[in-house]
């Protein structure tokens, strides 16, 4: 279980820089405004050519293949809440990185994640 839990650590961080990394590729496009064929095929093709946007594609393609992985060792029962600890590294990644305010509430709501995640690593 040691390897899976490696496996699902480095994929929970890959999933966290997936989206952190989206976020701010979408940021520099901007919001989608028109929602005409034209103007839609536009910011596609935006959103797809941004370094940001692609390195979150790759970092997600590579949670998922090692999601595939972990998987494959272990139950999804007890893998599934694990990846609740994303929740955390992508609020610290999104306060460092995008420079977001994370409230109160929502530290809390993670802190109630977190302790979740304890208690079904206890039962492993």
Do not use: Q
């Amino acid at each position: 279980m040691i390897r899976a839990t490696l496996f699902l650590w480095v994929a929970v961080v890959a999933s966290s820089l997936s989206n952190v990394l989206t976020r701010r590729g979408m940021v520099a496009v901007g919001p989608l405004e028109d929602y005409r064929p034209g103007p839609l095929l536009r910011y596609g093709l935006a959103a797809g050519s941004n370094p940001h946007v692609l390195l979150g594609l790759v970092a997600g393609a590579v949670n998922f293949l090692l999601w595939l992985i972990v998987l494959s060792w272990a139950d999804v029962s007890w893998a599934l809440p694990m990846n609740a600890v994303e929740y955390v590294i992508t609020a610290v990644l999104a306060i460092f990185w995008l420079k977001e305010r994370v409230s109160r509430r929502r530290w809390a709501a993670i802190g109630l994640i977190t302790a979740g995640v304890a208690c079904v690593m206890g039962s492993w």
